[in-house]
């Protein structure tokens, strides 16, 4: 599975957008991309996942670039829980979770 | 629903004790795995069960010992504990290999 790199931290207003980008340049066209979010001394929690396609749902929207090479997760209107560590990881399709690399992630700070 | 429950939420061992961390889940998932979360460090594959039955190794296994007699109970045996093993352990599980995964809330392990 193709390894990701995130910025280590990530500064944001509360109220505002929180743009959390990801680099993916080696990734294949068969890996999926996947976020998940972890808030201090709990499990992490799965966001989203996409393919090629932009997806939304009732958390976040992952806008993956025509190359595939980067993706961005937004947070529409972030609070102050969210703030968390957030990690990008990509997957092959017919691969499975066993196989996952889990990096540092991105620190998200939601300030008031 | 509860989730994925684990206990304890924190113990202190000495060198040489052994102990099981407890792991339940209630969403009838076949797919349960454990891993293990160091300091400044990303999530690490310990053992996995794709079923009742049905265990393997991940990347860290050494030390480590699990079982899987009932689809909710994933229990994970360290035998003879050393100071390498502190560290924040996750239990996880998922509808299928491919699946996102739901996290407990970790048990944080020290050995000393």
């Known amino acids: 599975d193709a390894k990701t790199t995130q910025p280590p931290s990530m500064d944001c207003a509360e109220g505002r957008a929180a743009n959390l980008p990801c680099n993916h340049s080696?990734?294949?066209?068969?890996?999926?991309v996947y976020w998940y979010r972890q808030i201090h001394s709990q499990g992490p929690q799965y966001i989203i996942h996409g393919l090629k396609n932009n997806e939304t749902n009732e958390m976040a929207s992952l806008i993956i670039t025509e190359d595939r090479k980067s993706s961005t997760l937004i947070l529409p209107h972030a609070t102050l829980r969210d703030t968390a560590v957030y990690y990008c990881i990509v997957r092959v399709a017919f691969g499975n979770n066993r196989k996952l690399i889990w990096g540092l992630g991105t620190s998200l700070a939601v300030n008031p | 629903n509860a989730g994925v429950t684990q206990t304890p939420k924190f113990r202190i061992l000495k060198i040489g004790q052994s102990m099981t961390l407890q792991c339940a889940q209630d969403?009838?998932?076949?797919?349960m795995y454990w891993y293990r979360q160091d300091p400044g460090m990303g999530l690490k594959l310990i053992y996995y069960?794709?079923?009742?039955?049905?265990?393997d190794k991940g990347e860290v296994p050494n030390g480590y010992n699990v079982s899987r007699s009932t689809t909710e109970d994933f229990p994970l045996r360290l035998e003879l504990a050393a100071p390498s093993q502190t560290s924040v352990y996750f239990c996880?599980?998922?509808?299928?290999?491919?699946?996102?995964?739901?996290f407990g809330n970790g048990t944080r392990l020290t050995v000393t």
């Open positions: 080696t990734i294949s066209g068969n890996e999926y």
């Open positions: 996880a599980s998922g509808t299928g290999e491919r699946s996102p995964l739901h």
């Open positions: 969403m009838n998932h076949n797919y």
């Open positions: 069960s794709v079923g009742a039955g049905i265990t």
